[in-house]
């Protein structure tokens, strides 16, 4: 029996083993330069702290074993109880590794600001003054994510390319439901919200085909709301933009609003033309003609509001039909009734509506 348990114990460490061997390490083993220094920040980080974890790990042993009952040549002295050296040890050295990660952090912090352009392609280039960056608009949907070239004029859902070693502008935001826009390959993840837009600068500094995901749970689809990035050469990313101009259709607002309709796995898409303005229809939550678009709202409070004269937005006011249902408002007149089936990945059930007394600011 004692053999038998012997055994099984061995299995279940190589059972772990395998398992462990199916982890994507690619958080460690980036392509992208600022992926890069969030890696390099992730072990400087550890290294420091380990400074201070190895010894106290090793010297509770040494103590252990030391001190153990049966060694009675250690010292035993009852009435001890103060050494300035030890004291001094004991509080100088973590003191200093806290002071050495401040200072990490607080670099790091400003250098990796996802709002912050960037200065340089990789480690040993810097960025040239004439490069021009890629603009990328991104928005999540449920449950899929839609992506914007604004100045090639095409669309995707569900992949996106960009060539290698040029910069990356993200502008980044959501359509009903707080999200998470992640290509660990690329750089770290930053959210997407309704209603505002991030920002994220990044390069990619290898070709290759990498995943991009949903980092933050989002209802029902969330685990297969995943993209592919392709890293190209220009030539590559050239042909890429031919492929989806000549395969793509129109993207029009009546399409979108069919496509922002939740749905899972949803394949790859293209679109070879898209409507000016768009994207900052969905970022003003406007992408609905019957609806009042943020800005527009914003400007009517900062004006003191419209007054009783107003009562008439209201219905554009609502952004789903709960409250029609509960309140008994009526929509406007030739307006489409329809659901938005509002904030799923919040609270499974709040509705995502915007009033004129205190709407939400978008960041621009």
């Known amino acids: 029996m004692p053999r038998v348990s012997k055994i099984l114990s061995r299995f279940s460490v190589l059972s772990l083993l395998f398992l462990l061997g199916g982890c994507n390490m690619v958080v460690m083993a980036p392509s992208g330069d600022i992926a890069v220094q969030q890696r390099d920040l992730i072990i400087i980080s550890t290294v420091l702290m380990l400074l201070i974890i190895i010894p106290v790990i090793f010297l509770t042993l040494f103590f252990a074993w030391k001190y153990r009952q049966a060694n009675t040549d250690a010292k035993y002295d009852p009435e001890w109880h103060h050494s300035t050296r030890l004291e001094v040890v004991i509080w100088s050295a973590p003191l200093v590794i806290i002071i050495a990660l401040g200072a990490v952090t607080w670099i790091s912090t400003h250098k990796l600001d996802p709002y912050r352009p960037l200065d340089r392609i990789d480690s040993t280039t810097p960025l040239a003054q004439d490069v021009k960056p890629l603009t990328v608009e991104v928005v999540a949907l449920d449950w899929k994510w839609l992506f914007f070239y604004p100045d090639l004029g095409i669309a995707t859902v569900n992949e996106m390319a960009a060539p290698v070693n040029t910069p990356i502008n993200f502008k980044i935001t959501s359509s009903a439901v707080m999200n998470s826009f992640f290509i660990p390959a690329l750089a770290g993840q930053i959210y997407a919200m309704p209603g505002m837009e991030t920002k994220l600068h990044a390069v990619i500094n290898k070709p290759g085909e990498f995943e991009g995901l949903s980092a933050n749970y989002s209802g029902a689809g969330f685990s297969h709301m995943r993209f592919k990035f392709h890293g190209l050469d220009q030539a590559g990313f050239d042909q890429w933009v031919q492929k989806a101009k000549s395969e793509g259709s129109a993207l029009g607002r009546p399409e979108y609003l069919e496509l922002a309709k939740p749905s899972e796995r949803v394949p790859v898409r293209y679109f070879s033309t898209v409507d000016d303005g768009l994207y900052n229809a969905i970022l003003n939550m406007c992408a609905d003609p019957n609806k009042m678009c943020m800005n527009e709202m914003m400007m009517i409070d900062m004006k003191g509001g419209g007054g009783k004269e107003s009562e008439h937005n209201r219905a554009r006011l609502i952004y789903d039909n709960r409250d029609a249902d509960a309140g008994g408002i009526t929509p406007a007149a030739g307006e489409a ?28």
Do not use: R, T, W
């Open 337 to 364: 009734q329809h659901d938005d089936h509002s904030m799923p990945g919040m609270d499974m059930g709040s509705g995502m509506k915007m009033g004129g007394d205190a709407p939400a600011k978008p960041s621009n």
